[in-house]
């Protein structure tokens, strides 16, 4: 049997998100796969977080190509890439609520890479007059993370329906984020 490796660590971020304490084995379980099985992928649980890490900061780096932040109004950029991120979602909510598990002394090039993406998209939509500037574009930045972990989680629990995932991201963050006439 041919193990799936992107199952096995989308497997691993769902069941981690729910219970941050779980074993090898219980990830194994999960996953449908045996314990060695497991072993021999990912030697134990540090190695199975940092192919998590790495899993997720190139799943996020597809979804901004994917995404294309340079094309178009801020604001309808930002909602490509909370399409494209969807699919990551779990992943992504796992990385951001347990990011303790596996930041070090240094943060991960490749977060560093992603966030200054994803702040460059708000800077150019508060440049442009469609986003707030008293906000900045890191904040925005964090709390778009916080949206889509949150919301996967609530998807996966049940609190949310599936269907709306992208429509709830979107319309809090532009709808905190967008610049009014008033106060």
């Not at 490796?5 to 996953?31: F, G, I, N, P, Y």
């Not at 940092?50 to 309808?76: K, S, V």
């Not at 939509?125 to 906000?135: A, K, M, S």
């Amino acid at each position: 049997m041919t193990v799936d490796r992107d199952q096995v660590l989308r497997t691993a971020a769902a069941l981690l998100s729910r219970k941050s304490t779980a074993t090898m084995d219980e990830v194994a379980r999960a996953a449908g796969i045996g314990r060695a099985t497991l072993h021999r992928h990912f030697a134990g649980r540090d190695a199975l977080v940092r192919a998590l890490e790495n899993h997720g900061i190139e799943q996020f780096e597809a979804a901004l190509d994917a995404a294309r932040l340079d094309e178009g109004p801020a604001p309808d950029a930002l909602r490509r890439l909370i399409a494209e991120v969807e699919p990551a979602a779990g992943l992504l909510a796992f990385l951001v609520t347990e990011n303790q598990l596996f930041e070090g002394d240094q943060m991960n090039e490749g977060w560093a890479r992603l966030d200054a993406r994803v702040s460059a998209l708000f800077r150019r939509g508060q440049e442009q007059g469609d986003f707030r500037i008293d906000l900045t574009p890191a904040w925005l930045t964090e709390a778009l993370y916080g949206l889509i972990g949150t919301c996967a989680w609530a998807v996966q629990v049940g609190r949310v329906a599936a269907n709306d995932f992208q429509y709830m991201i979107v319309e809090l963050l532009l709808g905190g984020a967008r610049r009014s006439g008033e106060k």
